[in-house]
């Protein structure tokens, strides 16, 4: 399991995202890495990532984000966790904290929305639950095959779990959607994956998707190459990228390595025609996707960004 750094936060809680389809929410990190150790994670290549098999987890994040409201003129209406971390590590100190955080927000009628591969502890879902009209989620997941989520998500909740509190959640009135990123080319991109995917999210209510195709940064392709034990599965997604051209993408104005333009339009229209005959609507972020895309992934969410007589809602409320 990951090394906990316990370390005090110096600057602000509530962070402006630099992706476009955050550009309406303040976001919170929990932790500068993640326990999850996803092997694709794109936060690896971050400034603030402390490392393999670290986590640096901020300990006075309530305090400060209470202080942080307390002198703000404008509340915000929803704040979203967490960009470069996930919210439900399966670390006791980050558990706690994703609670009173959240209960803070909730209690003071802000929004709370959020992306998880992880376990969510039923009094965190209890909490979610008491709240509904305040939250939106959105569940990771890349695969149904438990070997292909061990091989590349170590330590996140195995899909099943993943999709069963999801099912919670729609039951208690919480909007859930997915969020199928990476797709992993060569080894989650074809249709035997995407289907029984479509169903299951189907199954259980959800009704939109995100999606995304791998790319890779110097870091993300150093873990998959260390850590990736399935050399041979890992083979297949890198052999993927033989020839493959740097692309800008608007998310930290960073370059990437990605699948041509072709390729990703042909994985994204046969998700599409599988997710369509299962009522799913697809979204492509154009945050990752400039080339092949004009659309937001809503990664936050639907709030409404021009509500109250026509004016744009801003980052906060009065
Ligand atoms: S859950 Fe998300 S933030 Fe955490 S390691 Fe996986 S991809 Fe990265």
Known sequence: MVQVIPIERKSAVLTPSSLACLSHVPTVNLTAGCAHECRYCYARGYMTHPGEGKVAFYTNTLARLREELRRKRKKPTTVYFSPSSDTFQPVPEVLNMAYDVFKFLLESGIGVTFVTKGRIPDRHRDLLAAHAPLVQGRIGLTTLDPAVAAAF???????????????????????????????????????????????????????????????????????????????????????CFAGSEPLAIHAGNSRVLALPASARLEIMERLKTIAHRYGLEVLVCACKNPDISSGSCHISGRWPPVVRGGSQLGLFQS
């Open 153 to 239: 998500e170590p330590h996140a909740a195995s899909p099943e779990v993943r999709l069963a509190q999801a099912a919670e959640l729609i039951g208690a009135g919480v909007p859930v959607d997915a969020r199928l990123d990476p797709i992993l080319p060569g080894v989650t991109d074809g249709a035997d994956c995407l289907e029984p995917l479509c169903a299951a999210l189907a199954r259980i209510g959800v009704r939109t998707i995100a999606a995304s195709v791998l790319f890779l940064r110097p870091a993300v392709t150093g873990s998959l190459r260390r850590c990736v034990e399935d050399k041979q599965m890992l083979n297949r997604v890198l052999d």
